[in-house]
Structure formats: structure tokens, C-alpha cells
């Protein structure tokens, strides 16, 4: 039976859920479990924090999990990325009042708050700064007006709480964040693993890319496909008028409006955008 960690609450856990969901896996009926047996499948579901997720799939005892590319590098565990999930997006950097102007380098010295102490520690090794690491559980934003620290590192999403407590982040991205699909670090994956993992990554697929359908002037097709190339290359099939051709090609979702847009002042007519549920590669 293969083991699979899923975030049990946080940031992550809804998404994740989701795309699961949507991989035809079973979902857990009460949000107090911790375990979900899915016979039907062959996979047992553990419900963990997503912080340690990484330190399970490092150690073996579980095959994959779903955690944050910047969950998983603070916890030093021996994991690699198998999928980049397409969700849970951030940024983790260092932040400090706003209005005063700092450096990276000003935080040699310093004290700096953060719930990811590994991912800090490194980046200032890297840096030759000597600086006090505060760790903190949650809730960093706050630590500089309690002073218990000059400047914090933390996860940046909206940018909202940054602003809420008047702090403004500083310096280089310390990690692009998003969720992600780990396993163990140099082990080779076993059949039901790599089938979980393209089960997964064919929902995440679907999730990013729409089809596009259109009847196109035959005339104007060379023009039709270098605005929709497709992955590999568009389908194009005849159609009853000889002067015409009907083109399919998937596009990513963030642009289907725009190609749309382009394909009609093209001169293509009746063009249709569809959802993709699932694929396989
Ligand atoms: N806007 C966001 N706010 C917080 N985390 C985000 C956001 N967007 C993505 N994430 C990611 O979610 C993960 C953190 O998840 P979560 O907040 O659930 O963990 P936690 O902080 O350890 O738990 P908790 O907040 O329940 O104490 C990180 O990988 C982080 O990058
Ligand atoms: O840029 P934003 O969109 O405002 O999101 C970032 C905030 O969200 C997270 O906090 P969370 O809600 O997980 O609480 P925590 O600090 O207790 O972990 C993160 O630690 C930041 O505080
Ligand atoms: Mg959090």
C-alpha cells in the first residue's frame, strides 16, 4: 500500500485536497482523522503538518507528501521534488519596519525572528553574516513591535500582513515557494508511486492549461498555429467547407482570454474554451 502525507490544515490543505479530490482519491469524511484508507486505490492518506511532512518522506516511513518547497528545505530532510503543484504560492524574505532603509548586510549583529531558523541560518552562512536567530512558531509580524527582534524572514503572499504591521520586506527572495510533491532523495520511485505522482500532475496540468477549439480560414492557418502551437502541435481536421479547417490546441489557462481575443480578430469564428479535468503525457 503506498503512503502518501497530505497537509492536515494551513495554507496548503484545501488545494491539496482539492487536486486529490479531483485524482479520483478518496477524501477524508471527518477533519479530525489523521488517516484515510483508500483501498480502492491501494493508498493509505496521513494527515500531518505540513512543516513535517518532509521530515517523514526523508526518513522512508512515508513514500510521498504534499508540503512547501520552503517547508521542505528548512526541514534539511533528505527529500527531492518529484512535482511542483501549481498552488500554495509565496516568496519567503526578510522584512523590517518600513521607512528605514535596510540591507541585507545592516543584519549582521541583529536579532531576526522567523519559524524557518534552517532556511535563514543558511542564507546568512552564505552571506558571512552573523546575526541572532529568534524562532518563532507563528505570528512573526508581530515580534519586532514586542521587541524581541530588529527584522524578521518570513512567508510573503499577498503582502498583506507585511503591510498591516507597518513592515515592508528587503533584500534578495531567500526561497520561491509553492506547494510540491516530495519523496525520498535517491531512491528510485516504485510503480504505484510514479502512478500517484501522474495521477496527480494530470489534474495539476488540467488545472493550468484549457482547450481551445475554432474553425479557422484555411488561408490563415500558419497565422491560427503560431498563436496557438499547442504542446506538441495543434490538430487541425477538415471541415465540410474546404475553405475552412477546425483547430485544436491546448493553451495555458492565464492566456486563454487574450488568444481568444487574438484568434477572433484573426478572423477564426466560433471559438470555444473547455475545461481540462485530467491527462496523461
Ligand atoms: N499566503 C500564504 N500565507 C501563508 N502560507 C502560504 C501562503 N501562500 C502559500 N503559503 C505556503 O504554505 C505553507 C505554510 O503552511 P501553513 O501556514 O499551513 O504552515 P504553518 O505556518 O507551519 O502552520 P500554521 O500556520 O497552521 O501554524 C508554506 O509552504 C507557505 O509558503
Ligand atoms: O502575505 P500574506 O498573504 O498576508 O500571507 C503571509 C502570512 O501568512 C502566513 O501566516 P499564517 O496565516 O500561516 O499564520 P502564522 O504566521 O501563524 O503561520 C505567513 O506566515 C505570513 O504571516
Ligand atoms: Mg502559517
Redesign the pocket.
Known sequence: MLRVAV?N????SEAAVGVLTEAGYRRRTDSKDLTVLDNNNGVEFFFL???DIAIYVGAGTLDLGIT?R??ARDSQADVAEELSMGF???TFRYAAPAGQTWTVADLAGKRIAT?YPNLVRRDLTERNITADIIRL??AVEISIQLGVADAIAD?V??GRTLRQHGLAAFGDVLCD?EAVLVRRADTELSRAAKQFAARVQGVVFGQQYVMIDYDCPRNLLDKAVAITPGIESPTVSPMADDAWVAVRALVPRSQHQNLMDDLSEMGAKAILASDIRSCRF
Not at 9 to 12: D, H, Q, R, V
Open positions: 497537509p490544515k494551513g495554507a496548503l503538518r505540513p512543516k512547501g520552503d517547508l500554495g504560492g509565496s519559524s512558531d507563528g512567508v503572499g499577498s515557494s
